[in-house]
């Protein structure tokens, strides 16, 4: 079954880091660039971070540069996104999205940033 699945969500007090993961199912997914995008409440969905099939080339949010780093391993089907020195204005629903011969996206998963 064709599915990207995020992981590793949860509550965090601000300034402390998170880790979340997006496993993919079922495609190629060396072939696929893939970004995170989150949405707050109340706001609309907006991209996060993003980074090229190989890996070679990542680009960020101005609001999370220097705090939010885009990785990816190919050989485990997994894009992932370490969040540093997190803050109360980055608590959303955190999407993983793939984008190459098709656009897919997960279910997401909350990240809460409070004391």
């Known amino acids: 079954q064709v599915q990207l699945v995020e992981s590793g969500g949860g509550l965090v007090q601000p300034g402390g880091s998170l880790r979340l993961s997006c496993a993919a199912s079922?495609?190629?997914?060396?072939?696929?660039?893939m970004s995170w995008y989150r949405q707050a409440p109340g706001k609309e969905r907006e991209l996060v971070a993003a980074?090229?099939?190989?890996?070679?080339?990542?680009n960020y949010a101005d609001s999370v540069k220097g705090r939010f780093t885009i990785s990816r391993d190919n050989d485990k089907n997994t894009v992932y996104l370490q969040m540093n020195s997190l803050k109360p204005e980055d608590t959303a629903v955190y999407y993983c999205?793939?984008?190459?011969?098709?656009?897919?996206w997960g279910k997401g998963t909350l990240v809460t940033v409070s004391s």
């Open positions: 079922a495609i190629t997914f060396s072939r696929y660039a």
């Open positions: 999205r793939g984008m190459w011969l098709m656009e897919l």
């Open positions: 980074i090229t099939s190989t890996g070679g080339s990542t």
